[in-house]
């Protein structure tokens, strides 16, 4: 699998946007780009996953390179719930691989 | 709303005894992955099961884990004999494989002492 770099640590204003960061330079066509994150003392959950196109959901935006070479997850205003471990994941994923999770960004969120 | 169901949340053994952990997966998800999570090893895939069928247990310590389906509502891992080293946080997570690139949902783990 194709492997992903991110910062180990981010941090935040309360009501701010966060921009987290992911590079995947390997990434091959076929792969996905995926956002899990995990909140203290819970599983991971979903965020959001895209292939080419910027996507947008409740939760967040994700913003894909043109080369797709890097991808951005956008939290367009932090509150103290999203403090978590944000890890992007790349899938190649026929609907049996499973995750492989790298060690992710810890988003700390000032009040 | 539908949610992975871990059983227990939480266990206090003592090293060389059997320890069970029970995964209730999401009513028709046919895929079920187990993880380990430890402060120095971050989440780790165990296991994987399709239609109740293992695919993968290459992550497993065979001589002391095992992962078995009995039926599609239930997955267990059990480790005998534990030992300290075991100590860690496990996940259940479940997916449907019938569309791709489905989400996962994960349940809320069993915290796993072993003294």
């Known amino acids: 699998d194709a492997k992903t770099t991110q910062p180990n640590s981010m941090e935040s204003n309360e009501e701010e946007p966060v921009h987290l960061p992911c590079n995947h330079s390997t990434i091959s066509g076929t792969d996905y780009i995926h956002w899990y994150r995990q909140l203290p003392s819970q599983g991971p959950e979903y965020v959001i996953h895209?292939?080419?196109s910027n996507v947008n959901n409740r939760m967040a935006s994700l913003a894909i390179a043109e080369d797709r070479k890097s991808s951005t997850l956008i939290l367009h205003r932090a509150t103290l719930r999203d403090a978590a471990v944000y890890y992007c994941i790349l899938t190649r994923y026929s609907g049996n691989t499973p995750l492989v999770f790298g060690k992710g960004t810890r988003l700390s969120v000032i009040a | 709303d539908a949610r992975v169901t871990q059983t227990p949340r939480h266990k206090v053994t003592e090293m060389g005894q059997e320890v069970t952990m029970r995964c209730q997966p999401i009513?028709?998800?046919?895929?079920v992955f187990w993880y380990r999570q430890t402060m120095m090893q971050g989440l780790e895939l165990l296991a994987y099961?399709?239609?109740?069928?293992?695919?993968?247990d290459s992550g497993m310590p065979k001589d002391r884990f095992s992962a078995e389906m009995p039926d599609a509502t239930l997955a267990t891992l059990k480790i005998q004999p534990s030992e300290p080293r075991d100590s860690a946080v496990y996940f259940c997570a479940s997916g449907s494989d019938r569309r791709r690139h489905e989400k996962l949902f994960f349940g809320s783990g069993t915290q796993l002492s072993v003294l």
């Open positions: 895209g292939l080419t």
């Open positions: 099961f399709r239609n109740r069928a293992p695919l993968d």
């Open positions: 009513l028709g998800h046919n895929t």
